[in-house]
């Protein structure tokens, strides 16, 4: 996306399907077709953050990182409080970190986020 952004394009999040292939296709081989919901990320190698543009000052890059890291290692979840909409509330507090069906049902922008989420 760079190339048609330059200066917008910041980075990208990817999805990584191999892990998933390689588990729907062994488990059906063994005569159990998969049919759970998976709620992977980057720690289980599904999820990652590439292509980090250069226009990025170095320490933004370093920080990303650092926290892409932290996410891989187990040690930070980003949907951990406190986390603020951008209506200013509180929607998570602070230690509480949002389940994966929370995840999937969250309807509202975080703080910094311009505009109104749509049908609301």
């Known amino acids: 996306m760079t190339a048609?952004?330059?200066?917008?394009?910041?980075?990208?999040?990817?999805?990584?399907?191999?892990?998933?292939?390689t588990l729907?296709?062994?488990?059906?081989?063994?005569?159990?077709?998969?049919?759970?919901?998976?709620?992977?990320?980057?720690?289980?190698?599904?999820?990652d953050f590439v292509s980090i543009n250069k226009t990025v000052p170095e320490a933004a890059q370093k920080t990303a990182a650092a926290r892409k890291a932290e996410i891989v290692a187990g040690k930070f979840h980003p949907f951990t409080g406190p986390i603020k909409g951008n209506d200013g509330s509180v929607r998570v507090p602070e230690g509480k970190t949002l389940t994966?069906?929370?995840?999937?049902?969250?309807?509202?922008?975080?703080?910094?986020?311009?505009?109104?989420?749509?049908?609301?």
Request: proline share 6%; net charge neutral; no cysteine.
């Open 4 to 21: 048609y952004a330059p200066k917008a394009h910041l980075a990208s999040a990817i999805q990584v399907w191999g892990p998933y292939y």
């Open 24 to 47: 729907a296709a062994e488990s059906y081989l063994a005569g159990k077709p998969y049919r759970q919901n998976m709620w992977w990320g980057m720690k289980e190698g599904v999820n």
């Open 100 to 120: 994966d069906k929370e995840v999937d049902a969250i309807n509202w922008y975080v703080e910094g986020v311009e505009g109104k989420v749509p049908g609301k």
